[in-house]
């Protein structure tokens, strides 16, 4: 299976990705540790390093999909080409595709979680609360199925509310 996750940065996907691939036992691609290693390889920022770490995720994520293992890739996915991305993917291996959004319901939580948070990605600058606004205001609408978790309910309850989920898709 294909679990992609979708939401605005701080909203706590990544939370719930990591803690997915631990009770899933399933490796997680993360695509900001993919950009920021981009950055320290020398690739400049002012290349498209964003559609290229999820072009790079695409293909790790087709590496285990190919083992015939479940795979979460860790992405805002705000746009429907990034979405489409996971579509075709999930198409070529033959495996079901699940998209977890994450939303943060309370807006000053999200902005408090984004401005403490510390990933320790190396060379990876979180962005700014007003980056963040922006993004939701770009935010592509969904066409198709997904889970909507919101990080206000907790991690625990989020992660069983997705694991029962996913266990309806596999059938």
Not at 3 to 9: F, K, W
Not at 127 to 148: K, M, Q, S
């Amino acid at each position: 299976m294909l679990i992609a996750m979708a939401g605005l940065p701080g909203a706590g996907k990544s939370s719930v990705a990591d803690a997915l691939g631990r009770r899933l036992a399933a490796p997680v691609v993360a695509v900001d540790p993919i950009e920021a290693a981009m950055w320290r390889a020398g690739v400049a920022r002012s290349q498209p390093t964003g559609l290229a770490a999820y072009v790079v995720a695409e293909a790790v994520a087709g590496g285990v999909l190919a083992l015939g293992q479940t795979v979460v890739v860790d992405a805002v996915n705000a746009a429907e080409e990034a979405r489409g991305q996971w579509r075709s993917l999930a198409d070529r291996h033959g495996v079901p595709l699940v998209f977890v959004e994450v939303v943060c319901s309370d807006p000053a939580l999200h902005r408090r979680r984004l401005e403490s948070r510390s990933r320790d990605i190396d060379g990876f600058e979180e962005p700014t609360w007003e980056a963040v606004r922006r993004r939701r205001e770009e935010f592509a609408p969904w066409t198709g199925d997904r889970l909507v978790l919101d990080s206000v309910i907790g991690l625990a309850s989020n992660v069983t509310t997705a694991l029962e989920f996913l266990a309806e898709a596999a059938h």
